[in-house]
């Protein structure tokens, strides 16, 4: 996807502060962290929206792989995880990508 900014940042034609890689998953700092530690999990094969998300055993990599980069980030025990799914609830980069929030209290809802 050409105009997809996190396929740029896979194909390194964006710089981004990774902190996790595998064959499947990449996982860099947001941008424009809200959280002290702020996290994103995408797949490297782009894939709009959890609405799109067909291969279950991607969708299973994606998951089993927060906990170690939790681990990793030193938030191991306590973060919060976000799929924004629709531009109605805030999503605004349409690859998908699992929010990991922590290093702080978080407030609820
Ligand atoms: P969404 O709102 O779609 O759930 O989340 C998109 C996230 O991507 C936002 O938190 C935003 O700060 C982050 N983001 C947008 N552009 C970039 C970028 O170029 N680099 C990085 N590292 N994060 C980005
Ligand atoms: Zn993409």
Request: a negative charge; aromatic letters at 6%.
């Amino acid at each position: 996807m050409e105009d997809c900014i996190f396929c740029k940042i896979i194909n390194n034609e964006l710089p981004s502060t990774k902190v996790y890689e595998d064959d499947d998953v990449l996982a860099f700092r947001d941008i424009n962290p809200v959280a002290k530690t702020h996290v994103l999990v995408i797949p490297k094969k782009h894939i709009s929206s959890l609405n799109e998300l067909n291969d279950s055993e991607l969708a299973g990599k994606l998951l089993l792989v927060v906990p170690k980069i939790a681990q990793k980030l030193g938030v191991g025990n306590d973060y919060r995880t976000v799929i924004n799914t629709g531009a109605g609830v805030g999503q605004t980069v349409f690859h998908i990508h699992i929010h990991i929030l922590g290093g702080q209290e978080l407030s609820w809802p």
